[in-house]
C-alpha cells in the first residue's frame, strides 16, 4: 500500500509539472528557443488582415500574440516585460484610460521593447506623453511645438516613394540599400528634433524622416512610418526591416 501511494504521489506531481508546463505555453518554449516574444497590438484603423498577419508569421526568430486595442489596453503594464521582449503597435488607439496611461508609462519606465508602425504615429492624440514616447505625432488639427506650429498633418494613397537610408551603421539599417516603395504618405508631421533618423524620403508630399530610434525610460523605440498595405508589405525591403527593427528593439 505505501508503494501504491508513492506511486499515486508521483504520478501527480508529474502530472502537474506537465500542466504548468502546458500554461507556460509559447512564451515559455520560445524563451527556450531563443525566438522573439511579440506582442503585437492593432485597432482603431482599418488593415488587410489577412496578408498583414501572413507577413509576420513569416518573420524569422520571431512568435506573436496578437492584442487588440481598446480591449486588451490592461495587459500594458509592469510584469509584461517578463512574458514579452518586444511590443509592436500597429494600432491607433484613441485613448488610454488614466490608469491605462499611468501602468504603460511604468512598463517602458521598467523597460521593453517597441516597434511603432505606420498609422501608431496617430494613436493617443491628446496624450502629450505618447508623442513623447513614439518622438513625432500625426497632428489632426495644428499644434505648437517648441514654438513651431505643425499640421495639420495629410496623407496620401497610393504613392511611391524613394527611400534613402540616412545612417548606413546603424544596426536596423546596417548594409540596406536605398529602395522604392508604394505606399502612403504623411506630411506636415511633428518629429521630435532629438529622435535619431534612420531613413528619409524626398517624396514631396512626406516628411523628410520616415524612420526612427528613440527612447524613452529603459525602452528602445523604433518608429517606422511605412506599411499602409499589402503593396507596401510585399515589398522584400518592409518585412526585412520591420525584422531588424524588433530585433534592434529587443537587444539583440
Known amino acids: 500500500m505505501r508503494w501504491f501511494a508513492a506511486c499515486l504521489l508521483a504520478t501527480a506531481v508529474g502530472l502537474a509539472a506537465c500542466v504548468s508546463a502546458w500554461a507556460a505555453g509559447d512564451e ?4 527556450a528557443t531563443g525566438k522573439i516574444r511579440v506582442l503585437l ?24 500574440t496578437k492584442a487588440p ?16 521582449d518586444v511590443l509592436v503597435m500597429y494600432d491607433m488607439c484613441g485613448k488610454f484610460s488614466p490608469q491605462e496611461q499611468k501602468a504603460f508609462v511604468a512598463l517602458l519606465q521598467q523597460g521593453i521593447g517597441v516597434v511603432s508602425l505606420h498609422h501608431n504615429l496617430g494613436a493617443h492624440l ?15 488639427k ?20 524613394h527611400i534613402i537610408v540616412a545612417d548606413k551603421l546603424h544596426p536596423i539599417t546596417r548594409g540596406l540599400a536605398d ?20 531613413l528619409q524620403t524626398d517624396n514631396p508630399k512626406n516628411n523628410p524622416s520616415i524612420a526612427w530610434v528613440n527612447s524613452y525610460g ?24 520591420v525584422s531588424r527593427g524588433i530585433r534592434w528593439a529587443a537587444g539583440r
Open 41 to 64: 497590438t492593432f485597432g482603431g484603423h482599418d488593415f488587410e488582415q489577412k496578408p498583414f498577419f501572413a507577413m509576420f508569421d513569416a518573420l524569422p526568430g520571431v512568435v506573436y
Open 142 to 161: 495644428a499644434e505648437e511645438f517648441g514654438g513651431k506650429t505643425y499640421g495639420p498633418s495629410t496623407y496620401e494613397h497610393g504613392q511611391q516613394m
Open 69 to 84: 486595442l481598446p480591449a486588451s489596453a490592461a495587459m500594458l503594464k509592469l510584469g509584461l516585460e517578463q512574458q514579452y
Open 218 to 241: 529603459k525602452s528602445r523605440v523604433f518608429y517606422f512610418q511605412l506599411g499602409h498595405d499589402s503593396q507596401a508589405w510585399s515589398n522584400p525591403a518592409y518585412p526585412d526591416i
Open 179 to 198: 529602395f522604392t516603395i508604394h505606399d502612403e504618405t504623411y506630411g506636415k508631421c511633428y518629429i521630435a528634433p532629438d529622435v535619431h533618423v534612420l
Open 126 to 140: 491628446g496624450w502629450p506623453e505618447y508623442t513623447k514616447i513614439i518622438g513625432g505625432k500625426f497632428c489632426a
Open 28 to 31: 515559455g518554449s520560445s524563451a
